[in-house]
Protein backbone atom coordinates (compact mmCIF):
# COMPACT_ATOMS: atom_id res chain seq x y z
CA UNK A 1 0.00 0.00 0.00
CA UNK A 2 2.66 2.40 0.98
CA UNK A 3 4.43 1.41 -2.85
CA UNK A 4 1.21 1.96 -4.25
CA UNK A 5 0.11 5.83 -2.10
CA UNK A 6 3.78 6.93 -3.23
CA UNK A 7 3.13 6.47 -6.93
CA UNK A 8 -0.28 8.01 -6.63
CA UNK A 9 1.06 10.78 -5.10
CA UNK A 10 3.62 11.28 -8.46
CA UNK A 11 1.12 10.64 -10.82
CA UNK A 12 -0.89 14.05 -8.79
CA UNK A 13 2.10 16.02 -9.47
CA UNK A 14 2.46 14.97 -12.81
CA UNK A 15 -0.89 15.79 -13.55
CA UNK A 16 -0.73 19.23 -11.63
CA UNK A 17 2.53 19.83 -13.33
CA UNK A 18 1.13 19.07 -17.44
CA UNK A 19 -1.31 22.25 -16.63
CA UNK A 20 1.47 24.36 -16.36
CA UNK A 21 3.38 25.76 -19.28
CA UNK A 22 5.54 23.59 -20.96
CA UNK A 23 5.33 21.22 -17.91
CA UNK A 24 7.32 24.08 -15.78
CA UNK A 25 7.01 25.27 -12.71
CA UNK A 26 6.22 28.74 -11.81
CA UNK A 27 9.55 30.72 -10.50
CA UNK A 28 9.66 30.18 -6.72
CA UNK A 29 8.98 33.45 -4.17
CA UNK A 30 12.09 34.49 -2.11
CA UNK A 31 12.38 31.92 0.94
CA UNK A 32 10.45 33.33 4.30
CA UNK A 33 13.35 35.64 6.43
CA UNK A 34 15.31 36.32 3.41
CA UNK A 35 17.52 39.32 3.62
CA UNK A 36 18.99 41.88 0.77
CA UNK A 37 22.29 38.80 0.11
CA UNK A 38 20.36 36.12 0.40
CA UNK A 39 18.87 35.21 -3.45
CA UNK A 40 22.38 36.17 -4.68
CA UNK A 41 24.03 33.87 -2.21
CA UNK A 42 21.91 31.31 -3.08
CA UNK A 43 21.87 31.59 -7.10
CA UNK A 44 25.29 29.54 -6.86
CA UNK A 45 27.48 26.92 -5.41
CA UNK A 46 31.04 26.39 -6.66
CA UNK A 47 34.55 25.38 -5.74
CA UNK A 48 37.44 27.86 -6.00
CA UNK A 49 40.54 27.33 -4.33
CA UNK A 50 39.53 24.24 -2.48
CA UNK A 51 36.69 25.64 -0.75
CA UNK A 52 32.43 25.50 -1.48
CA UNK A 53 31.95 29.08 -2.46
CA UNK A 54 28.27 30.61 -2.69
CA UNK A 55 27.02 32.81 -5.19
CA UNK A 56 28.58 35.98 -3.35
CA UNK A 57 32.00 34.64 -3.40
CA UNK A 58 31.97 33.62 0.53
CA UNK A 59 32.79 30.52 1.65
CA UNK A 60 30.83 27.94 2.38
CA UNK A 61 30.47 25.17 4.89
CA UNK A 62 27.44 22.58 4.88
CA UNK A 63 26.82 20.74 7.97
CA UNK A 64 23.70 18.53 8.08
CA UNK A 65 22.68 14.73 7.43
CA UNK A 66 22.08 11.80 5.10
CA UNK A 67 17.84 11.75 4.33
CA UNK A 68 17.88 9.08 4.69
CA UNK A 69 18.12 5.49 5.14
CA UNK A 70 14.45 5.23 4.38
CA UNK A 71 15.12 4.40 0.54
CA UNK A 72 16.65 1.48 1.23
CA UNK A 73 13.47 -0.06 2.29
CA UNK A 74 10.50 -0.92 0.28
CA UNK A 75 7.82 0.46 2.61
CA UNK A 76 7.85 4.27 1.00
CA UNK A 77 8.47 2.34 -2.63
CA UNK A 78 12.50 3.80 -2.56
CA UNK A 79 11.52 6.86 -1.38
CA UNK A 80 12.29 8.62 2.19
CA UNK A 81 9.39 9.16 3.10
CA UNK A 82 5.23 8.33 2.92
CA UNK A 83 4.39 11.92 1.64
CA UNK A 84 5.35 15.08 1.13
CA UNK A 85 4.03 16.11 4.47
CA UNK A 86 6.62 14.29 6.38
CA UNK A 87 9.02 15.26 3.83
CA UNK A 88 8.22 18.91 5.23
CA UNK A 89 8.41 17.84 9.13
CA UNK A 90 11.72 16.29 9.05
CA UNK A 91 13.24 19.21 7.04
CA UNK A 92 11.93 21.63 9.20
CA UNK A 93 13.47 19.65 12.13
CA UNK A 94 16.43 19.21 11.09
CA UNK A 95 17.07 22.77 10.33
CA UNK A 96 15.39 23.76 13.68
CA UNK A 97 16.98 20.85 15.98
CA UNK A 98 19.52 19.75 14.18
CA UNK A 99 21.05 22.70 12.93
CA UNK A 100 22.07 21.33 9.71
CA UNK A 101 21.98 23.46 5.96
CA UNK A 102 22.72 20.79 4.08
CA UNK A 103 21.01 16.72 3.21
CA UNK A 104 22.31 14.40 1.03
CA UNK A 105 19.36 13.10 -0.63
CA UNK A 106 19.31 9.22 -1.01
CA UNK A 107 17.68 8.00 -4.34
CA UNK A 108 17.05 4.43 -5.73
CA UNK A 109 17.98 3.08 -8.79
CA UNK A 110 15.93 0.09 -8.50
CA UNK A 111 12.65 2.28 -8.43
CA UNK A 112 14.08 4.73 -10.75
CA UNK A 113 14.45 2.28 -13.62
CA UNK A 114 12.32 -0.85 -12.85
CA UNK A 115 12.16 -1.79 -16.23
CA UNK A 116 15.39 -1.85 -18.19
CA UNK A 117 14.89 1.48 -20.16
CA UNK A 118 12.32 2.71 -18.56
CA UNK A 119 12.60 5.34 -16.23
CA UNK A 120 9.56 5.47 -13.75
CA UNK A 121 8.56 9.56 -13.91
CA UNK A 122 5.85 9.19 -11.22
CA UNK A 123 8.82 7.52 -9.15
CA UNK A 124 10.80 11.14 -10.50
CA UNK A 125 8.16 13.57 -9.80
CA UNK A 126 7.53 11.94 -6.25
CA UNK A 127 11.13 12.46 -5.44
CA UNK A 128 11.43 15.64 -7.05
CA UNK A 129 8.50 16.67 -4.36
CA UNK A 130 10.08 15.23 -1.26
CA UNK A 131 13.77 17.07 -2.20
CA UNK A 132 11.76 20.56 -2.70
CA UNK A 133 11.05 20.40 0.80
CA UNK A 134 14.69 20.35 2.05
CA UNK A 135 14.91 23.57 -0.74
CA UNK A 136 12.12 25.85 0.75
CA UNK A 137 13.51 25.03 4.30
CA UNK A 138 16.65 26.87 2.77
CA UNK A 139 18.57 23.81 3.06
CA UNK A 140 20.57 22.81 -0.01
CA UNK A 141 20.46 19.39 -1.36
CA UNK A 142 22.87 17.09 -2.90
CA UNK A 143 21.42 13.67 -4.33
CA UNK A 144 22.83 10.24 -3.71
CA UNK A 145 22.24 7.09 -5.77
CA UNK A 146 22.67 4.90 -3.01
CA UNK A 147 23.78 1.58 -3.36
CA UNK A 148 25.30 -1.19 -0.24
CA UNK A 149 25.54 -4.74 -1.21
CA UNK A 150 24.52 -4.15 -4.60
CA UNK A 151 21.01 -4.41 -4.91
CA UNK A 152 18.43 -5.95 -2.02
CA UNK A 153 17.29 -8.57 -4.51
CA UNK A 154 20.85 -10.91 -4.53
CA UNK A 155 19.43 -11.95 -0.99
CA UNK A 156 16.54 -14.17 -0.33
CA UNK A 157 13.79 -14.43 1.86
CA UNK A 158 15.52 -16.00 4.18
CA UNK A 159 18.67 -13.83 4.67
CA UNK A 160 19.84 -12.42 7.70
CA UNK A 161 21.09 -9.58 5.48
CA UNK A 162 19.76 -7.00 2.49
CA UNK A 163 21.12 -4.74 0.15
CA UNK A 164 19.81 -1.61 -2.03
CA UNK A 165 20.47 -0.29 -5.00
CA UNK A 166 20.70 -2.25 -8.39
CA UNK A 167 17.06 -3.17 -10.22
CA UNK A 168 15.63 -6.68 -9.86
CA UNK A 169 16.58 -7.08 -14.05
CA UNK A 170 19.78 -5.89 -13.23
CA UNK A 171 20.53 -9.22 -10.64
CA UNK A 172 18.08 -11.68 -12.72
CA UNK A 173 20.78 -10.53 -16.10
CA UNK A 174 23.51 -11.77 -14.53
CA UNK A 175 22.63 -15.25 -13.18
CA UNK A 176 24.60 -14.80 -9.69
CA UNK A 177 25.10 -17.51 -7.27
CA UNK A 178 22.92 -17.55 -4.11
CA UNK A 179 23.95 -15.14 -1.74
CA UNK A 180 25.67 -16.51 1.41
CA UNK A 181 28.17 -14.71 4.03
CA UNK A 182 29.13 -17.26 5.99
CA UNK A 183 29.93 -16.47 9.60
CA UNK A 184 29.38 -12.42 9.46
CA UNK A 185 28.73 -10.96 12.67
CA UNK A 186 28.41 -7.45 10.60
CA UNK A 187 26.66 -6.39 7.12
CA UNK A 188 29.77 -4.50 5.68
CA UNK A 189 31.25 -8.07 5.34
CA UNK A 190 29.11 -9.52 2.79
CA UNK A 191 31.37 -6.76 0.14
CA UNK A 192 34.32 -9.00 0.39
CA UNK A 193 32.89 -12.22 1.43
CA UNK A 194 29.23 -12.63 -0.10
CA UNK A 195 29.90 -14.25 -3.32
CA UNK A 196 26.72 -12.90 -5.02
CA UNK A 197 27.73 -9.42 -3.70
CA UNK A 198 31.41 -9.69 -5.46
CA UNK A 199 30.16 -11.24 -8.67
CA UNK A 200 27.43 -8.67 -9.12
CA UNK A 201 29.85 -5.80 -7.75
CA UNK A 202 32.20 -6.93 -9.90
CA UNK A 203 30.06 -7.31 -13.57
CA UNK A 204 29.05 -3.31 -12.86
CA UNK A 205 32.64 -1.91 -13.03
CA UNK A 206 33.33 -4.34 -15.99
CA UNK A 207 29.77 -2.85 -17.72
CA UNK A 208 28.88 -6.61 -18.50
CA UNK A 209 25.62 -6.69 -20.28
CA UNK A 210 25.78 -2.94 -20.48
CA UNK A 211 24.32 -2.22 -16.95
CA UNK A 212 26.90 0.42 -16.10
CA UNK A 213 25.57 2.51 -19.01
CA UNK A 214 22.03 1.58 -18.10
CA UNK A 215 22.54 3.12 -14.84
CA UNK A 216 24.28 6.40 -16.48
CA UNK A 217 21.07 6.74 -19.09
CA UNK A 218 19.12 6.87 -16.22
CA UNK A 219 20.95 9.12 -13.83
CA UNK A 220 20.94 11.44 -16.62
CA UNK A 221 17.46 11.41 -16.97
CA UNK A 222 16.67 11.90 -13.33
CA UNK A 223 19.10 14.86 -13.71
CA UNK A 224 17.16 16.50 -16.33
CA UNK A 225 13.84 15.65 -14.51
CA UNK A 226 15.07 17.79 -11.67
CA UNK A 227 16.96 20.49 -13.96
CA UNK A 228 12.97 20.94 -15.55
CA UNK A 229 11.06 20.36 -12.63
CA UNK A 230 12.57 22.52 -10.05
CA UNK A 231 12.71 26.23 -10.82
CA UNK A 232 15.80 28.23 -11.06
CA UNK A 233 16.14 29.44 -8.06
CA UNK A 234 15.39 25.99 -6.65
CA UNK A 235 17.64 24.03 -8.79
CA UNK A 236 20.41 26.94 -7.94
CA UNK A 237 20.30 25.30 -4.25
CA UNK A 238 21.09 22.05 -5.56
CA UNK A 239 24.79 21.40 -4.81
CA UNK A 240 26.16 18.90 -6.61
CA UNK A 241 25.31 15.00 -7.62
CA UNK A 242 26.92 12.13 -5.36
CA UNK A 243 26.82 9.40 -8.46
CA UNK A 244 27.79 6.02 -6.04
CA UNK A 245 28.10 4.94 -2.87
CA UNK A 246 30.58 3.64 -1.21
CA UNK A 247 32.22 2.51 -3.99
CA UNK A 248 34.20 -1.16 -4.20
CA UNK A 249 35.68 -3.15 -6.93
CA UNK A 250 33.98 -6.32 -5.87
CA UNK A 251 36.78 -8.72 -6.97
CA UNK A 252 40.13 -7.97 -8.28
CA UNK A 253 41.36 -8.71 -11.60
CA UNK A 254 44.48 -10.41 -11.23
CA UNK A 255 47.78 -8.86 -10.19
CA UNK A 256 45.45 -5.27 -10.17
CA UNK A 257 45.80 -3.25 -6.67
CA UNK A 258 42.70 -0.98 -5.40
CA UNK A 259 44.78 1.79 -6.43
CA UNK A 260 44.75 0.52 -9.82
CA UNK A 261 40.87 -0.65 -9.71
CA UNK A 262 40.59 2.76 -8.92
CA UNK A 263 42.47 4.63 -11.59
CA UNK A 264 41.58 2.30 -13.97
CA UNK A 265 37.32 1.52 -13.56
CA UNK A 266 36.72 4.04 -10.64
CA UNK A 267 37.62 7.52 -12.33
CA UNK A 268 36.80 6.15 -15.90
CA UNK A 269 33.18 5.94 -14.42
CA UNK A 270 33.20 9.26 -12.83
CA UNK A 271 34.79 11.49 -15.93
CA UNK A 272 31.47 9.35 -17.70
CA UNK A 273 29.10 10.76 -15.04
CA UNK A 274 30.64 13.71 -15.21
CA UNK A 275 29.79 14.15 -19.22
CA UNK A 276 26.37 12.99 -18.20
CA UNK A 277 25.94 15.70 -15.85
CA UNK A 278 26.92 18.20 -18.50
CA UNK A 279 24.16 16.81 -21.32
CA UNK A 280 21.38 17.32 -18.27
CA UNK A 281 22.35 20.44 -17.30
CA UNK A 282 24.44 20.30 -14.30
CA UNK A 283 27.51 21.40 -15.79
CA UNK A 284 27.99 24.06 -13.33
CA UNK A 285 27.59 22.02 -10.20
CA UNK A 286 30.02 19.32 -8.89
CA UNK A 287 30.15 15.81 -9.03
CA UNK A 288 30.67 14.54 -5.76
CA UNK A 289 32.87 11.76 -5.99
CA UNK A 290 34.11 8.92 -3.45
CA UNK A 291 37.22 6.99 -3.30
CA UNK A 292 37.53 2.85 -2.90
CA UNK A 293 35.12 2.76 0.88
CA UNK A 294 38.31 1.24 2.68
CA UNK A 295 40.58 3.88 1.46
CA UNK A 296 40.57 5.18 5.42
CA UNK A 297 39.77 2.62 7.41
CA UNK A 298 41.35 2.63 10.54
CA UNK A 299 41.90 -1.48 10.53
CA UNK A 300 45.05 -1.86 8.69
CA UNK A 301 44.01 -5.18 7.68
CA UNK A 302 41.06 -3.98 5.74
CA UNK A 303 42.44 -0.47 4.40
CA UNK A 304 43.04 -0.69 0.46
CA UNK A 305 45.18 2.10 -0.98
CA UNK A 306 43.07 4.46 -2.33
CA UNK A 307 41.97 8.33 -2.07
CA UNK A 308 41.66 8.50 -6.15
CA UNK A 309 45.54 9.09 -5.87
CA UNK A 310 46.18 8.89 -10.08
CA UNK A 311 43.40 10.95 -10.69
CA UNK A 312 45.25 14.07 -10.57
CA UNK A 313 43.57 17.55 -10.14
CA UNK A 314 40.23 16.82 -10.10
CA UNK A 315 38.31 19.85 -9.21
CA UNK A 316 36.55 22.69 -9.36
CA UNK A 317 34.05 19.90 -11.20
CA UNK A 318 34.45 17.09 -8.75
CA UNK A 319 34.44 17.27 -5.11
CA UNK A 320 36.17 14.74 -2.85
CA UNK A 321 33.22 12.70 -0.94
CA UNK A 322 34.59 10.35 1.60
CA UNK A 323 32.91 8.68 5.02
CA UNK A 324 34.33 7.93 7.74
CA UNK A 325 33.30 4.78 10.83
CA UNK A 326 35.48 4.36 13.50
CA UNK A 327 35.76 0.69 12.89
CA UNK A 328 37.71 -0.36 15.77
CA UNK A 329 35.07 0.99 17.84
CA UNK A 330 32.66 -0.51 16.31
CA UNK A 331 33.84 -3.52 16.06
CA UNK A 332 33.65 -3.77 20.16
CA UNK A 333 37.14 -5.91 20.02
CA UNK A 334 39.60 -2.90 18.62
CA UNK A 335 38.96 -0.05 21.05
CA UNK A 336 37.96 -0.98 24.19
CA UNK A 337 37.65 2.50 25.65
CA UNK A 338 36.02 5.92 24.15
CA UNK A 339 37.40 8.29 22.10
CA UNK A 340 39.23 11.36 23.49
CA UNK A 341 40.64 14.48 22.69
CA UNK A 342 41.75 14.59 18.88
CA UNK A 343 41.00 11.35 18.41
CA UNK A 344 39.79 11.55 15.02
CA UNK A 345 42.10 14.48 14.04
CA UNK A 346 44.46 12.30 11.92
CA UNK A 347 41.91 10.71 10.17
CA UNK A 348 40.13 13.71 9.20
CA UNK A 349 43.72 15.32 8.28
CA UNK A 350 43.62 12.93 5.58
CA UNK A 351 40.10 14.27 4.21
CA UNK A 352 41.95 17.73 3.90
CA UNK A 353 44.81 16.32 2.56
CA UNK A 354 43.69 14.48 0.10
CA UNK A 355 41.26 17.09 -1.16
CA UNK A 356 44.50 19.82 -1.15
CA UNK A 357 46.12 17.39 -3.33
CA UNK A 358 43.24 17.25 -5.66
CA UNK A 359 42.39 20.69 -5.86
CA UNK A 360 39.38 20.21 -4.53
CA UNK A 361 36.69 21.09 -1.85
CA UNK A 362 35.92 17.98 0.91
CA UNK A 363 32.94 16.92 2.04
CA UNK A 364 32.83 13.71 5.25
CA UNK A 365 28.86 12.55 3.16
CA UNK A 366 28.34 9.95 5.68
CA UNK A 367 30.11 9.75 9.79
CA UNK A 368 28.36 8.44 12.90
CA UNK A 369 27.78 5.67 15.09
CA UNK A 370 25.51 3.14 16.47
CA UNK A 371 23.01 4.67 19.05
CA UNK A 372 22.14 1.25 20.53
CA UNK A 373 23.50 -1.90 21.13
CA UNK A 374 26.76 -3.18 22.53
CA UNK A 375 28.80 -0.50 21.44
CA UNK A 376 26.36 2.71 21.93
CA UNK A 377 27.99 3.67 24.86
CA UNK A 378 30.70 5.13 22.57
CA UNK A 379 28.37 7.36 20.40
CA UNK A 380 28.81 10.49 22.39
CA UNK A 381 32.21 10.58 22.54
CA UNK A 382 32.74 9.12 19.13
CA UNK A 383 30.14 11.57 17.85
CA UNK A 384 32.22 14.62 19.61
CA UNK A 385 35.54 13.57 18.03
CA UNK A 386 34.27 13.21 14.71
CA UNK A 387 32.36 16.91 15.06
CA UNK A 388 35.49 18.09 16.43
CA UNK A 389 37.81 16.78 13.72
CA UNK A 390 35.35 18.43 11.06
CA UNK A 391 35.87 21.92 13.03
CA UNK A 392 39.43 21.92 13.04
CA UNK A 393 42.57 19.53 12.69
CA UNK A 394 43.99 20.19 15.96
CA UNK A 395 42.83 18.76 19.12
CA UNK A 396 41.44 20.98 21.42
CA UNK A 397 44.40 20.48 23.97
CA UNK A 398 46.42 22.57 21.13
CA UNK A 399 43.99 24.76 19.12
CA UNK A 400 44.96 27.95 21.48
CA UNK A 401 48.55 27.51 21.17
CA UNK A 402 48.98 27.23 17.34
CA UNK A 403 45.66 27.81 15.71
CA UNK A 404 47.22 28.81 12.19
CA UNK A 405 47.57 24.83 12.11
CA UNK A 406 43.52 24.48 12.70
CA UNK A 407 43.03 24.28 8.54
CA UNK A 408 39.55 24.38 6.87
CA UNK A 409 36.84 23.93 8.11
CA UNK A 410 35.07 20.60 6.68
CA UNK A 411 31.89 20.12 5.35
CA UNK A 412 29.70 16.94 6.54
CA UNK A 413 26.76 15.05 6.31
CA UNK A 414 25.54 12.37 9.22
CA UNK A 415 24.57 9.08 8.91
CA UNK A 416 21.42 9.47 9.68
CA UNK A 417 17.81 11.54 9.47
CA UNK A 418 14.99 9.04 9.76
CA UNK A 419 12.38 10.77 11.86
CA UNK A 420 10.58 6.72 11.05
CA UNK A 421 13.40 5.63 13.86
CA UNK A 422 11.45 2.54 15.39
CA UNK A 423 8.12 3.05 13.37
CA UNK A 424 9.21 0.92 10.66
CA UNK A 425 7.19 -1.42 8.85
CA UNK A 426 9.31 -3.25 6.60
CA UNK A 427 9.34 -6.60 4.84
CA UNK A 428 12.94 -7.56 5.02
CA UNK A 429 13.63 -9.04 1.05
CA UNK A 430 10.00 -9.14 0.91
CA UNK A 431 9.24 -11.68 3.41
CA UNK A 432 5.88 -11.06 5.38
CA UNK A 433 6.91 -13.31 7.90
CA UNK A 434 9.91 -10.63 9.07
CA UNK A 435 8.20 -7.75 9.11
CA UNK A 436 11.23 -4.76 10.83
CA UNK A 437 9.61 -1.81 12.89
CA UNK A 438 12.66 -1.12 15.41
CA UNK A 439 15.53 0.89 14.96
CA UNK A 440 16.38 1.44 11.41
CA UNK A 441 15.11 -1.77 9.64
CA UNK A 442 18.07 -2.24 7.63
CA UNK A 443 20.69 -4.34 8.83
CA UNK A 444 20.31 -4.20 12.65
CA UNK A 445 21.23 -0.54 11.88
CA UNK A 446 20.01 2.12 14.69
CA UNK A 447 21.77 5.21 13.94
CA UNK A 448 18.95 7.72 13.16
CA UNK A 449 19.42 10.91 15.28
CA UNK A 450 15.69 11.67 14.98
CA UNK A 451 12.50 9.97 15.66
CA UNK A 452 8.73 10.86 15.92
CA UNK A 453 7.13 10.87 19.72
CA UNK A 454 3.60 9.47 19.84
CA UNK A 455 2.37 12.48 19.16
CA UNK A 456 3.66 12.97 15.47
CA UNK A 457 6.74 15.42 17.16
CA UNK A 458 10.14 15.34 15.94
CA UNK A 459 12.44 14.97 19.11
CA UNK A 460 16.29 14.24 19.20
CA UNK A 461 17.80 10.86 19.94
CA UNK A 462 21.12 12.50 20.89
CA UNK A 463 22.42 15.13 22.96
CA UNK A 464 21.43 18.56 20.93
CA UNK A 465 24.52 20.31 22.22
CA UNK A 466 26.29 18.01 19.99
CA UNK A 467 24.08 17.89 16.93
CA UNK A 468 22.52 21.74 16.87
CA UNK A 469 26.66 23.00 16.71
CA UNK A 470 27.89 26.55 16.03
CA UNK A 471 29.50 26.70 12.70
CA UNK A 472 30.49 28.91 10.23
CA UNK A 473 28.18 28.60 7.66
CA UNK A 474 29.32 31.24 4.79
CA UNK A 475 32.74 33.38 5.70
CA UNK A 476 32.86 36.58 3.52
CA UNK A 477 36.41 36.19 3.12
CA UNK A 478 38.79 33.09 4.43
CA UNK A 479 38.62 31.14 7.52
CA UNK A 480 41.48 31.14 9.41
CA UNK A 481 40.81 28.93 12.03
CA UNK A 482 37.61 27.86 14.06
CA UNK A 483 36.99 25.94 17.70
CA UNK A 484 33.67 25.04 18.96
CA UNK A 485 33.45 23.71 22.80
CA UNK A 486 30.10 21.96 22.81
CA UNK A 487 30.19 20.74 26.14
CA UNK A 488 28.08 18.05 25.35
CA UNK A 489 27.19 14.95 27.54
CA UNK A 490 28.39 11.25 27.89
CA UNK A 491 26.18 10.61 30.54
CA UNK A 492 25.88 12.93 33.60
CA UNK A 493 29.64 13.75 32.30
CA UNK A 494 30.41 16.83 30.92
CA UNK A 495 33.00 16.42 27.74
CA UNK A 496 35.26 19.85 27.87
CA UNK A 497 38.20 18.79 25.98
CA UNK A 498 39.10 22.81 24.56
CA UNK A 499 38.39 24.49 27.90
CA UNK A 500 39.97 28.99 27.31
CA UNK A 501 43.26 28.68 28.56
CA UNK A 502 44.38 29.93 32.05
CA UNK A 503 46.35 32.64 30.18
CA UNK A 504 42.77 34.34 29.05
CA UNK A 505 41.58 34.89 32.60
CA UNK A 506 38.66 37.28 31.91
CA UNK A 507 37.66 35.32 28.74
CA UNK A 508 37.04 31.71 30.86
CA UNK A 509 35.47 33.95 33.21
CA UNK A 510 33.16 35.12 30.62
CA UNK A 511 32.25 31.77 29.14
CA UNK A 512 32.29 30.15 32.36
CA UNK A 513 30.41 26.88 32.08
CA UNK A 514 28.80 27.51 29.05
CA UNK A 515 29.30 26.93 25.39
CA UNK A 516 31.25 28.85 23.09
CA UNK A 517 32.85 28.84 19.63
CA UNK A 518 35.82 30.96 17.67
CA UNK A 519 36.45 32.19 14.22
CA UNK A 520 39.26 33.76 13.00
CA UNK A 521 39.14 34.88 9.07
CA UNK A 522 40.69 37.23 6.74
CA UNK A 523 37.86 39.74 5.10
CA UNK A 524 37.40 40.75 1.62
CA UNK A 525 35.42 43.12 -0.25
CA UNK A 526 32.39 41.38 0.03
CA UNK A 527 29.58 43.40 1.45
CA UNK A 528 27.48 40.77 2.56
CA UNK A 529 28.27 39.51 6.44
CA UNK A 530 30.15 36.14 7.30
CA UNK A 531 27.94 34.17 9.09
CA UNK A 532 27.51 31.37 11.66
CA UNK A 533 24.60 29.00 12.64
CA UNK A 534 23.27 29.49 16.09
CA UNK A 535 22.05 26.87 18.01
CA UNK A 536 18.50 27.21 19.40
CA UNK A 537 20.46 27.24 22.71
CA UNK A 538 21.73 30.33 21.99
CA UNK A 539 18.88 32.57 22.41
CA UNK A 540 19.47 36.03 21.55
CA UNK A 541 19.39 37.56 25.55
CA UNK A 542 22.13 34.82 26.52
CA UNK A 543 24.20 35.01 23.21
CA UNK A 544 27.52 36.91 23.61
CA UNK A 545 30.06 37.91 21.21
CA UNK A 546 33.77 39.21 21.81
CA UNK A 547 35.58 40.33 18.50
CA UNK A 548 37.60 42.96 16.91
CA UNK A 549 33.83 44.29 15.53
CA UNK A 550 32.58 45.27 19.08
CA UNK A 551 31.82 43.30 22.11
CA UNK A 552 27.39 42.90 22.74
CA UNK A 553 25.89 40.68 24.85
CA UNK A 554 22.20 40.12 23.16
CA UNK A 555 23.39 41.24 19.67
CA UNK A 556 20.56 43.29 18.35
CA UNK A 557 18.79 42.63 14.99
CA UNK A 558 20.58 43.13 11.83
CA UNK A 559 20.57 45.54 9.79
CA UNK A 560 23.26 46.77 7.16
CA UNK A 561 24.87 48.96 9.35
CA UNK A 562 25.09 47.09 12.40
CA UNK A 563 28.30 45.23 12.74
CA UNK A 564 27.34 42.49 15.09
CA UNK A 565 23.32 41.35 14.53
CA UNK A 566 21.28 38.27 14.98
CA UNK A 567 18.71 37.04 12.42
CA UNK A 568 16.53 34.18 11.15
CA UNK A 569 17.72 32.08 8.77
CA UNK A 570 15.86 31.68 5.34
CA UNK A 571 12.88 28.76 4.91
CA UNK A 572 10.83 30.15 8.17
CA UNK A 573 12.00 27.37 10.23
CA UNK A 574 13.14 29.38 13.35
CA UNK A 575 16.24 28.29 12.99
CA UNK A 576 18.97 31.74 13.73
CA UNK A 577 22.49 33.44 12.47
CA UNK A 578 24.95 35.25 13.95
CA UNK A 579 26.08 38.50 11.17
CA UNK A 580 29.23 39.42 11.34
CA UNK A 581 29.99 42.67 9.01
CA UNK A 582 33.82 43.23 8.43
CA UNK A 583 34.32 47.16 6.95
CA UNK A 584 38.10 46.77 6.14
CA UNK A 585 38.62 43.86 3.20
CA UNK A 586 41.78 41.69 3.77
CA UNK A 587 42.10 42.52 8.14
CA UNK A 588 42.40 39.46 10.20
CA UNK A 589 39.16 39.51 12.53
CA UNK A 590 38.18 37.81 15.02
CA UNK A 591 34.94 36.76 17.09
CA UNK A 592 34.13 34.81 19.95
CA UNK A 593 30.60 33.57 20.43
CA UNK A 594 29.11 32.05 23.80
CA UNK A 595 25.99 31.31 26.20
CA UNK A 596 27.94 30.93 29.15
CA UNK A 597 27.66 34.22 30.36
CA UNK A 598 24.37 35.83 31.62
CA UNK A 599 24.16 39.88 31.48
CA UNK A 600 27.83 40.54 31.26
CA UNK A 601 28.73 43.79 32.64
CA UNK A 602 30.91 46.23 30.59
CA UNK A 603 33.79 46.00 32.05
CA UNK A 604 33.68 41.91 31.82
CA UNK A 605 33.67 42.37 27.67
CA UNK A 606 35.79 44.98 27.67
CA UNK A 607 38.69 43.04 29.45
CA UNK A 608 38.12 39.82 27.51
CA UNK A 609 37.92 42.01 24.11
CA UNK A 610 41.40 42.97 25.28
CA UNK A 611 42.96 39.68 25.91
CA UNK A 612 41.52 38.40 23.01
CA UNK A 613 43.35 41.10 20.89
CA UNK A 614 46.53 40.54 21.92
CA UNK A 615 45.84 36.79 21.54
CA UNK A 616 45.05 37.00 18.32
CA UNK A 617 47.77 39.81 17.49
CA UNK A 618 50.45 36.83 18.50
CA UNK A 619 49.47 34.33 16.23
CA UNK A 620 51.39 34.60 12.50
CA UNK A 621 48.94 34.92 10.17
CA UNK A 622 49.96 34.25 6.19
Known amino acids: MAKMRARLIGLLILMTASLTTRGAPSAAAPAPHSLWFDEQAASAFTVEGGRFKDGLGREVVLRGYNVSGGTKLEENGGLPFASVADAEKSANALRALGGGNAVRFLLSWAHAEPVRGQVDRAYLAAATAQLRAFLKAGIRVYPDFHQDLYSRHLFNKGSWYSGDGAPKWAVEAGGYPRE ?18 KRATYDFWHNKGGVQDAFLATAQTTMAYFAEHL ?121 RDRAAGAGTAAVVSEFGHPLTGSVSDKAPTVGKAMHQALDSRLPGAAWWSRPQDSGPVLSGTQWQWDIYNGRHHELMNGNPDKVLTAADAWNDEDLSAVRLDDSGTAVLRQDARLLDRLYPSATAGHALAFTYEDR ?46 LPASFDTPRTTVVSDLGAVAGPPAYTRSTPIAVAPEPGGTGSRRLLLTAQNAGGVHYALVTNGATAPSAALLNSAQDELAVWAAGRAWF
Open 488 to 533: SRDGSTTLTWNPVPKSLPRVAELVGGGRYGLLLWRSDVTAAPTELH
Open 231 to 351: SAAEFAAVAGFDPYNEPHAGSYDSGQSSRAWERELLWPFYKKFRARMDAAGWQNKPAFVEPNLFWNSNLAFQKQEGGLLDAGTIGPRYVFSTHFYDHKAISGIFMWGKAADGQYAGDFGAV
Open 180 to 197: SCGICLFWGQNITQNEAV
